[in-house]
């Protein structure tokens, strides 16, 4: 039995809202895979990782596991089902720009061809773990999709567990908790064991018995010699924000402009470390659970997904009509985008689709009431960064803050002039860091700029040197040779 | 008892509505004591600023209905309504709330917009352009005008019988040769009212029962009023050397208009300061000008000039009264470069 301990939070989240959670709708006993689809789409550069290339061809017939896409991180993409690659072409992708980006689409053809990694034998170092975590594509399943190797730091003092999972609507955390815990435990162990980390902290808010139950009886079967520090926390949005979720459980603020790693602290999503046990074993991500919910969906519920099933095939395992639906929030009600072109793909970080209809009342002028203000978890003033991006000034934006928003859209929730405060957000951070890279860039022209000014200078001298050495030289010959002939004369 | 919401009303409509339900106790005891004036200046000045919303916003070629049932006209027509002389003329009350409206928000571009309260703008406005009605058709406690003399004061035909000086004018010019016991056989003083001395204390009671409500349902916060009647008090004390001339500091709380505009008048979101912290400087603000107006300047109250010199500096306050930012060591200071 694996030591532990149960306790309630201490801290209390500042700002932040209760949302209806809705999550009764979605709550299931059991999760079941969905059907295959009759094609799955594979974004190449939006997979998760950063921008990647295809390693495949149209006309290659690819096994489960078959690495199919490698990005600039290093991260594999593998096949999510065996079958053919029939297209490699712009389709639409799951992705809050809504744009079409290079895809490889592949037609699976039902058999059970698998091309998976050797398992790994422990003991095994960090950096195999790291590799192994590289080839069988484990990035964050939380959301963010950031490589999870980057965060795997030595000298980390604690792993922390986010099964927080504030989101309204949003189970299939909780899901995977109660059906993979073991899969979870294991893969939080084994990343600890491997990074000499001692302290595990599973944070999980109170709305969550279940789970918490799942959890206990993992823990007593385990033979881990990890500690783990079960948080209970009130079930608050956004309590499972990973800054937030740092401090709650450990009273570390982590500063702006760094990560939580930089603290000496890791987070991962539970289905993060369930990957990552599989991954071990040799599986790389081939699947994810996705919650299917929202109350225009027949059938709300949590499935197993191959990665890369059209957005369609999934409304209607919920034994609903695409043809009925304008469109379809990805991530939930709060930090989740619209997407409407149902035959993009899901990705590892796709954790819900939410399909509801909610009218949005007109928005009104801002009356700097300030009730943004006293929701928002970093204590910014959304109302004074809205009033600056309105009037065209991101500077102004930046300097109130805007750069410390973590886009959690509690402002919206409480805002009585229903300003869509986090789009805005949302945009200007995006433009922020554009302008921040293209600063950058300027600069490193600007350096080499310089640099070659200097260097090309120097040669000048150096020239003028030699020039005026040479020149020195043959007077002084010169002067010799009168001299000479003076003496001869 | 309605349970405390948790965040404030989720509608700018509701906000609007809440201070308008909140000001009922106040127009209710006002009523008891000055008269049916009262209400006329609420039946003017609330559809004087309707009308004047609306021609606007057509000028201004904004639809005009979403902006009329956001109440905020209706609450700016009554602020100023209640903030006007029981016995004034109607066209000083039209002409108070219509340049409330039209030189107080449309002028800078509406709702949201403007930098100063617009009540106190449209209110100062009538104090320098008609001094002499501003200051003497208040309504004398003492002698609830019936609803006949309410009439004809609203005509333009004061009553000299029913108007009279404020406590606070009283205590600036009469009382200033008395001393504290003589100004205390004032009739004012004597004849109580329902067991409080004089109607101005009912009136403020009732004023911080909608006031406390308003806190209560999240459409204001404490810091506002607290700063404003803490400073008015500390301040008072501090310079009531001499209980013979300084006006005392119960009447500077309780005579003025310092309760209703603690809670109703400083609280305007849009030219307020922002932040809780900058509330709070805000208020201490009007508060001390409040104090050296009413003692050194030339009007009695002086709440108005204050919150609109206090209006002016709140950009600045903004810019040092920021929260500090969730994992950042200090506050973020100053105004960041160009504005």
Same mark, same amino acid.
């Given at each position: 039995?694996?030591?532990?301990?149960?306790?309630?939070?201490?801290?209390?989240?500042?700002?932040?809202?209760?949302?209806?959670?809705?999550?009764?709708?979605?709550?299931?006993?059991?999760?079941?895979?969905?059907?295959?689809?009759?094609?799955?789409?594979?974004?190449?550069?939006?997979?998760?990782?950063?921008?990647?290339?295809?390693?495949?061809?149209?006309?290659?017939?690819?096994?489960?596991?078959?690495?199919?896409?490698?990005?600039?991180?290093?991260?594999?993409?593998?096949?999510?089902?065996?079958?053919?690659?029939?297209?490699?072409?712009?389709?639409?992708?799951?992705?809050?720009?809504?744009?079409?980006?290079?895809?490889?689409?592949?037609?699976?053809?039902?058999?059970?061809?698998?091309?998976?990694?050797?398992?790994?034998?422990?003991?095994?170092?960090?950096?195999?773990?790291?590799?192994?975590?590289?080839?069988?594509?484990?990035?964050?399943?939380?959301?963010?999709?950031?490589?999870? $190797?980057?965060?795997?730091?030595?000298?980390?003092?604690?792993?922390?567990?986010?099964?927080?999972?504030?989101?309204?609507?949003?189970?299939?955390?909780?899901?995977?908790?109660?059906?993979?815990?073991?899969?979870?435990?294991?893969?939080?162990?084994?990343?600890?064991?491997?990074?000499?980390?001692?302290?595990?902290?599973?944070?999980?808010?109170?709305?969550?018995?279940?789970?918490?139950?799942?959890?206990?009886?993992?823990?007593? *079967?385990?033979?881990?010699?990890?500690?783990?520090?079960?948080?209970?926390?009130?079930?608050?949005?956004?309590?499972?924000? *990973?800054?937030?979720?740092?401090?709650?459980?450990?009273?570390?603020?982590?500063?702006?402009?760094?990560?939580?790693?930089?603290?000496?602290?890791?987070?991962?999503?539970?289905?993060?470390?369930?990957?990552?046990?599989?991954?071990?074993?040799?599986?790389?991500?081939?699947?994810?659970?996705?919650?299917?919910?929202?109350?225009?969906?027949?059938?709300?519920?949590?499935?197993?997904?191959?990665?890369?099933?059209?957005?369609?095939?999934?409304?209607?395992?919920?034994?609903?009509?695409?043809?009925?639906?304008?469109?379809?929030?990805?991530?939930?009600?709060?930090?989740?985008?619209?997407?409407?072109? $149902?035959?993009?793909?899901?990705?590892?970080?796709?954790?819900?689709?939410?399909?509801?209809?909610?009218?949005?009342?007109?928005?009104?002028?801002?009356?700097?009431?300030?009730?943004?203000?006293?929701?928002?978890?970093?204590?910014?003033?959304?109302?004074?960064?809205?009033?600056?991006?309105?009037?065209?000034?991101?500077?102004?934006?930046?300097?109130?803050?805007?750069?410390?928003?973590? *886009?959690?859209?509690?402002?919206?929730?409480?805002?009585?002039?229903?300003?869509?405060?986090?789009?805005?957000?949302?945009?200007?951070?995006?433009?922020?860091?554009?302008?921040?890279?293209?600063?950058?860039?300027?600069?490193?022209?600007?350096?080499?700029?310089?640099?070659?000014?200097?260097?090309?200078?120097?040669?000048?001298? *150096?020239?003028?040197?030699?020039?005026?050495?040479?020149?020195?030289?043959?007077?002084?010959?010169?002067?010799?040779?009168?001299?000479?002939?003076?003496?001869?004369? | 008892?309605?349970?405390?919401?948790?965040?404030?009303?989720?509608?700018?409509?509701?906000?609007?509505?809440?201070?308008?339900?909140?000001?009922?106790?106040?127009?209710?005891?006002?009523?008891?004591?000055?008269?049916?004036?009262?209400?006329?200046?609420?039946?003017?000045?609330?559809?004087?600023?309707?009308?004047?919303?609306?021609?606007?916003?057509?000028?201004?070629?904004?639809?005009?209905?979403?902006?009329?049932?956001?109440?905020?006209?209706?609450?700016?027509?009554?602020?100023?309504?209640?903030?006007?002389?029981?016995?004034?003329?109607?066209?000083?009350?039209?002409?108070?709330?219509?340049?409330?409206?039209?030189?107080?928000?449309?002028?800078?571009?509406?709702?949201?917009?403007?930098?100063?309260?617009?009540?106190?703008?449209?209110?100062?406005?009538?104090?320098?352009?008609?001094?002499?009605?501003?200051?003497?058709?208040?309504?004398?406690?003492?002698?609830?005008?019936?609803?006949?003399?309410?009439?004809?004061?609203?005509?333009?035909?004061?009553?000299?019988?029913?108007?009279?000086?404020?406590?606070?004018?009283?205590?600036?010019?009469?009382?200033?040769?008395?001393?504290?016991?003589?100004?205390?056989?004032?009739?004012? $003083?004597?004849?109580?009212?329902?067991?409080?001395?004089?109607?101005?204390?009912?009136?403020?009671?009732?004023?911080?029962?909608?006031?406390?409500?308003?806190?209560?349902?999240?459409?204001?916060?404490?810091?506002?009023?607290?700063?404003?009647?803490?400073?008015?008090?500390?301040?008072?004390?501090?310079?009531?050397?001499?209980?013979?001339?300084?006006?005392?500091?119960?009447?500077?709380?309780?005579?003025?208009?310092?309760?209703?505009?603690?809670?109703?008048?400083?609280?305007?979101?849009?030219?307020?300061?922002?932040?809780?912290?900058?509330?709070?400087?805000?208020?201490?603000?009007?508060?001390?000008?409040?104090?050296?107006?009413?003692?050194?300047?030339?009007?009695?109250?002086?709440?108005?000039?204050?919150?609109?010199?206090?209006?002016?500096?709140?950009?600045?306050?903004?810019?040092?009264?920021?929260?500090?930012?969730?994992?950042?060591?200090?506050?973020?200071?100053?105004?960041?470069?160009?504005?």
């Amino acid at each position: 039995m694996a030591d532990y301990q149960i306790r309630r939070c201490e801290r209390q989240l500042e700002g932040g809202i209760y949302p209806e959670t809705h999550k009764a709708l979605s709550t299931t006993d059991s999760c079941v895979f969905v059907d295959d689809p009759k094609r799955l789409v594979f974004p190449i550069h939006f997979s998760g990782g950063g921008p990647g290339e295809a390693l495949v061809a149209v006309g290659d017939t690819v096994f489960q596991g078959t690495p199919i896409i490698k990005c600039q991180s290093g991260i594999t993409h593998v096949a999510s089902r065996s079958g053919k690659v029939i297209e490699i072409t712009d389709h639409a992708i799951t992705h809050p720009s809504a744009t079409k980006s290079a895809s490889i689409i592949i037609e699976p053809n039902g058999l059970k061809d698998q091309d998976y990694l050797d398992p790994l034998v422990w003991p095994f170092d960090a950096d195999t773990l790291r590799n192994r975590a590289i080839e069988a594509g484990i990035l964050g399943l939380g959301g963010a999709g950031f490589p999870s $190797f980057k965060k795997w730091s030595d000298g980390t003092q604690t792993l922390i567990i986010n099964g927080a999972e504030c989101e309204p609507y949003l189970t299939a955390d909780d899901t995977l908790m109660r059906v993979d815990t073991h899969s979870m435990i294991r893969g939080a162990c084994m990343l600890s064991q491997s990074l000499d980390i001692k302290t595990i902290i599973i944070g999980i808010e109170d709305n969550k018995p279940e789970a918490l139950e799942a959890i206990e009886s993992a823990l007593k *079967e385990s033979r881990s010699d990890c500690f783990f520090d079960i948080v209970l926390l009130d079930t608050k949005y956004p309590s499972g924000s *990973e800054r937030h979720l740092v401090w709650l459980t450990l009273g570390i603020e982590v500063p702006t402009g760094s990560r939580a790693i930089e603290s000496g602290v890791i987070v991962h999503n539970p289905g993060t470390l369930a990957a990552l046990s599989r991954a071990i074993d040799g599986k790389p991500i081939t699947d994810r659970i996705v919650t299917l919910t929202g109350e225009a969906l027949t059938a709300p519920q949590n499935v197993i997904v191959p990665i890369g099933t059209p957005i369609s095939h999934l409304i209607e395992a919920a034994d609903t009509n695409p043809d009925s639906l304008a469109s379809i929030a990805i991530g939930g009600p709060m930090m989740g985008y619209p997407v409407t072109d $149902f035959t993009a793909g899901i990705t590892k970080t796709t954790n819900c689709l939410l399909a509801r209809e909610i009218e949005v009342p007109p928005e009104s002028p801002c009356i700097r009431c300030g009730a943004c203000a006293t929701v928002c978890p970093v204590r910014l003033q959304p109302q004074q960064m809205v009033f600056a991006l309105k009037g065209g000034s991101l500077d102004r934006a930046v300097h109130e803050g805007l750069i410390d928003c973590i *886009e959690c859209a509690a402002c919206n929730a409480v805002c009585p002039s229903h300003i869509p405060l986090a789009e805005w957000f949302r945009l200007g951070r995006f433009e922020a860091r554009d302008k921040a890279n293209d600063q950058h860039l300027a600069a490193e022209a600007r350096e080499r700029f310089e640099a070659r000014n200097l260097r090309l200078e120097r040669i000048a001298l *150096e020239k003028e040197a030699k020039r005026a050495a040479r020149q020195a030289k043959t007077a002084d010959a010169l002067e010799k040779a009168r001299k000479a002939r003076k003496e001869s004369a | 008892m309605i349970k405390r919401p948790d965040y404030p009303p989720a509608d700018t409509q509701i906000v609007m509505r809440s201070v308008l339900i909140a000001l009922i106790p106040g127009i209710i005891a006002m009523t008891l004591f000055f008269g049916i004036g009262v209400l006329l200046n609420l039946a003017t000045a609330i559809p004087a600023a309707l009308a004047a919303e609306a021609v606007c916003l057509g000028l201004r070629r904004r639809s005009i209905s979403p902006r009329l049932n956001d109440l905020s006209a209706v609450l700016t027509g009554a602020l100023i309504a209640l903030s006007l002389p029981q016995a004034a003329p109607w066209w000083l009350i039209i002409l108070a709330s219509t340049s409330s409206i039209v030189l107080g928000k449309h002028l800078y571009g509406g709702l949201g917009q403007n930098p100063v309260n617009p009540a106190m703008l449209g209110y100062a406005l009538m104090l320098i352009s008609a001094p002499i009605t501003m200051t003497t058709l208040w309504v004398d406690p003492l002698v609830t005008p019936d609803l006949a003399t309410a009439w004809l004061a609203y005509l333009g035909q004061s009553n000299d019988a029913v108007t009279g000086a404020t406590m606070l004018d009283l205590y600036r010019t009469e009382f200033r040769v008395l001393t504290a016991a003589e100004a205390s056989q004032n009739p004012l $003083f004597t004849q109580a009212h329902l067991g409080l001395i004089y109607g101005y204390e009912w009136v403020a009671l009732a004023y911080l029962v909608g006031g406390l409500w308003l806190i209560y349902q999240r459409v204001i916060t404490w810091h506002t009023p607290v700063g404003l009647l803490v400073t008015l008090a500390v301040v008072c004390a501090f310079f009531n050397f001499d209980p013979d001339t300084a006006t005392p500091v119960w009447i500077h709380l309780t005579a003025g208009a310092g309760i209703f505009a603690a809670f109703f008048i400083l609280t305007d979101p849009v030219s307020g300061a922002t932040s809780p912290k900058g509330r709070l400087w805000f208020a201490i603000g009007v508060g001390i000008l409040t104090y050296l107006i009413r003692t050194y300047g030339l009007y009695p109250d002086a709440i108005a000039f204050a919150v609109l010199l206090m209006n002016f500096a709140v950009p600045m306050i903004d810019h040092y009264t920021r929260p500090r930012i969730m994992g950042r060591s200090s506050s973020i200071r100053g105004s960041g470069g160009q504005s």
